[in-house]
């Protein structure tokens, strides 16, 4: 029994190390250090206008530095990364599924593998304290069950929501964001740190013959040691 348990530990150690090694970063411009660029939205891009409310009305965004520049009631604080980046600063739509952030698309999938764990994280903070935001993800076009995201009215943290699934036989061919929250006043955040890595999942067949190939080597050595204390005897 120990040897088994011992084969098999070490048949998900060198799998997990394999897996680590091909997780890689699959988003362009998940910090927003490229500017307004590398994503779509179907939100209005209003950079700063000189009179420092340009995000207003609703359903508008800029990549910015500080959410103060962009509205007096925003809050002043520098973005996640390293506090002097750029993050996506947004004034919510009152329309519904109006998709605030996305990469990848059916022409240019950010994943295309089938069974592959991915992991989806990203940093949230609200720039002004009234009716936060409630994001909602979306995997290739369709809102994934449960994978909601709640605001606070805190505007003094980042706060990191994440989200892990296996793809579909399609891959994953794009991610998005949208909010449920359709409030005119207040709904307004910042985004920041965007990021999606996907690691191959071992089909089940391969870990069982993995498994059972250590598990045998293990066998066949037990029935070597017997032999050999039995010819030394």
């Given at each position: 029994?120990?040897?088994?348990?011992?084969a098999?530990?070490?048949?998900?150690i060198?799998l997990?190390?394999?897996?680590?090694?091909?997780?890689t970063?699959?988003?362009t411009?998940?910090?927003?250090?490229?500017?307004?660029?590398g994503?779509s939205?179907?939100?209005v891009?209003?950079?700063?206008?000189?009179?420092?409310?340009?995000?207003?009305?609703?359903?508008?965004?800029?990549?910015?530095?500080?959410?103060?520049?962009?509205?007096?009631?925003?809050?002043?604080?520098?973005?996640?990364?390293?506090?002097?980046?750029?993050?996506m600063?947004?004034?919510?739509?009152?329309?519904?599924d109006?998709?605030?952030?996305?990469?990848?698309?059916?022409?240019n999938?950010?994943?295309?593998a089938?069974?592959?764990?991915y992991?989806f994280?990203?940093?949230?903070?609200s720039v002004y304290?009234?009716?936060?935001?409630h994001?909602?993800m979306?995997?290739?076009?369709?809102?994934v069950?449960?994978?909601t995201f709640?605001?606070?009215?805190?505007?003094?943290?980042?706060?990191?929501?994440?989200y892990?699934?296996?793809t579909?036989?399609?891959?994953?061919?794009?991610?998005s964001?949208?909010?449920?929250?359709?409030?005119?006043?207040?709904?307004?955040f910042?985004?920041?740190?965007?990021?999606?890595g996907?690691?191959?999942?071992?089909?089940?067949?391969?870990?069982?013959l993995?498994?059972?190939?250590?598990?045998g080597?293990?066998?066949?050595?037990?029935?070597?040691r017997?032999?050999m204390?039995?010819l030394?005897?």
């Open positions: 029994m120990k040897t088994f348990f011992a098999a530990g070490i048949a998900a060198a997990a190390a394999a897996g680590s090694a091909s997780a970063e699959l988003l411009n998940g910090d927003f250090s490229a500017g307004p660029t994503f939205s179907g939100y891009y209003s950079p700063p206008n000189g009179f420092g409310n340009n995000l207003w009305p609703e359903g508008t965004y800029d990549v910015t530095t500080n959410p103060n520049l962009d509205h007096p009631l925003f809050s002043s604080f520098g973005d996640h990364t390293t506090g002097e980046g750029q993050m600063v947004i004034n919510g739509s009152g329309a519904p109006t998709v605030i952030w996305s990469e990848g698309s059916n022409a999938p950010l994943l295309g089938a069974n592959t764990a992991d994280s990203f940093f949230l903070r304290p009234a009716s936060p935001a994001l909602q979306w995997i290739n076009g369709v809102a069950e449960g994978a709640q605001a606070t009215n805190d505007t003094s943290a980042w706060y990191e929501f994440s892990s699934g296996v579909g036989a399609g891959g994953l061919k794009s991610i964001l949208t909010n449920l929250n359709l409030a005119p006043n207040g709904n307004d910042a985004l920041d740190d965007m990021h999606l996907g690691t191959a999942v071992p089909e089940p067949a391969s870990w069982a993995m498994i059972l190939g250590f598990g080597a293990g066998a066949l050595l037990r029935r070597n017997r032999r204390i039995a030394t005897a």
